[in-house]
């Protein structure tokens, strides 16, 4: 059974950190992309970074370039999202998604970012 599990999210002050994690199974991890996404409440899932199978490649949305960085460690099967200086505006519920031969969605882990 393919799972992508992701763990970390909370509620945490602008200007502070979190780290999440997504925990994948069930099919051949190093063979696929993986992105992370996003979505806030009344908007469209939106794109937040990258990493290619081979980790070698990442990519950032503007709106988080310089403040998040994806990493992922092929050994352990798992994609990481460290997120620094947060604004409320990163608000939204975070999914990961395992792009290559199939497409794999987890069911995604709050972050709330408020005073």
Not at 13 to 42: K, V
Not at 63 to 84: A, E, H
Request: include cysteine; proline fraction near 3%.
């Amino acid at each position: 059974e393919v799972q992508l599990v992701e763990s970390g999210g909370g509620l945490v002050q602008p200007g502070g950190s979190l780290r999440l994690s997504c925990a994948a199974s069930g099919f051949t991890f190093s063979n696929y992309h993986m992105r992370w996404y996003r979505q806030a409440p009344g908007k469209e899932r939106e794109l937040v970074a990258v990493i290619s199978s081979s980790a070698d490649n990442t990519h950032y949305a503007d709106s988080v370039k310089g403040r998040f960085t994806i990493s992922r460690d092929n050994n352990k099967n798992t994609v990481d999202l460290q997120m620094n200086s947060l604004k409320p505006e990163d608000t939204a519920v975070y999914y990961c998604n395992a792009w290559g031969p199939s497409d794999y969605w987890g069911r995604g882990t709050q972050v709330t970012v408020s005073s």
